[in-house]
């Protein structure tokens, strides 16, 4: 029993090791691929930065109120947003009638939220897909690595480890910058979904006591209808 025991032990080592050995290339493939997708999320983000330091003198409460106040120029309004999403919202905000402008709010900003989510989730999977993917591209070439040392092989050896620690490298770096990420991102979102909400208060009162008729009369001063 004890040896039957111990072959069955080798023969499913030697089955994990083959399929191991076999994930080796499409591991390093998915670390080149995750380190590309963090590149592409660094370079959305400086896009998303530049607009936002861009329009840094824009209150995104005051681009709402004003949108609201002048529907017909609310396109022109929401390119003083930070960034597309919140564009959107405002755009979407604006274009609703005085009547169904509180539902079309409410719409506008689960949809800005769902948006934002979208986002958030890119660099939030990087965040655990990178160290996860750099991790297994370690411990892969290890294999044929320490079999090579037990043979004396200290070429194949050394070109193990140098692709072992690539990969740890790629994956650490995906990890920390798609963190980062995430953590910046989340703030920025969270104050533009608070002056969302703060511009289109601001403005109701007004929109509820004036004709229905006449909702581009309202002129909000400081991002406050008056």
């Known amino acids: 029993m004890i040896a039957a025991g111990q072959i ?5 080592g030697d089955a ?7 994930l080796r290339v499409p591991v390093l493939i998915a670390a080149v691929v995750v380190l590309v ?4 999320e660094v ?6 930065w530049w607009r936002r330091w861009r329009n840094r003198h824009f209150e995104l409460g005051e681009v ?9 120029d609310a396109a022109h309004y929401a390119h003083f947003a930070a960034t597309p999403i919140a564009a959107r919202a405002v755009v979407a905000i604006a274009a609703a009638p005085p009547a169904e402008r509180a539902t079309a709010t409410e719409r506008a900003l689960v949809a800005y939220e ?29 294999i044929p690595g320490l079999a090579a040392l037990s043979g004396g092989d ?30 910046a991102r989340t703030r920025a979102y969270t104050e533009d979904l608070a002056g969302l909400e703060q511009g289109s208060a601001a403005i109701a ?13 309202i002129v909000p001063q400081g991002g406050a209808a008056g």
């Open 8 to 12: 069955a032990s080798i023969d499913l």
């Open 16 to 22: 994990l090791s083959h399929i191991a050995t076999a």
């Open 37 to 40: 997708l963090c590149a592409l």
């Open 43 to 48: 370079g959305r983000y400086a896009a998303e």
């Open 64 to 72: 709402v109120a004003r949108a609201i106040a002048e529907p017909t």
């Open 114 to 142: 769902l948006a934002v989510e979208r986002s958030l989730d890119r660099t939030r999977l990087l965040v655990r897909a990178g160290p996860a993917i750099g991790l297994m591209g370690t411990l892969i070439p290890l």
């Open 154 to 183: 200290v070429a194949t050896l050394a070109n193990d480890l140098r692709d072992a620690f690539g990969a740890t490298v790629v994956g650490l770096l995906v990890g920390t910058v798609a963190f980062a990420l995430t953590l």
């Open 205 to 217: 009162p007004t929109t509820e006591a004036a004709p229905t008729n006449t909702p581009g009369g």
